[in-house]
């Protein structure tokens, strides 16, 4: 019956997890607690940085990979609050002065 088919397809789509469903998506990283990291997200297997970026009085995300100090990509969460504290220096100056950040 038709009834039963789409209830089987529906089961097996219910069971993916949310990464694999939607590679595309940026998804919060947790540490060992399960607690989010605060400006730190991953997108596949790669992670990115974000500052909030406050300028004329409207807050907008800025968002960067981090990479190693070879310009590889992290892999490890020590790897990645690592670069995180190296890169985001790096992005402040290309912002207006009179801008406030946030992470």
Do not use: C
Not at 90 to 100: C, D, F, G
Request: no cysteine.
């Amino acid at each position: 019956m038709k009834g039963d088919e789409s209830r089987s397809t529906r089961a097996t789509h219910e069971s993916d997890s949310p990464i694999q469903a939607h590679a595309s998506m940026l998804v919060p990283v947790l540490d060992s607690r399960n607690r989010k990291l605060p400006g730190l997200s991953q997108r596949g297997s790669r992670y990115y940085g974000q500052l909030w970026i406050e300028h004329a009085g409207k807050k907008t995300p800025r968002r960067f990979p981090l990479l190693t100090p070879e310009g590889h990509p992290v892999s490890s969460l020590t790897e990645t609050r690592d670069a995180f504290e190296r890169m985001a220096p790096r992005i402040l100056p290309t912002v207006a002065s009179n801008a406030s950040v946030s992470p």
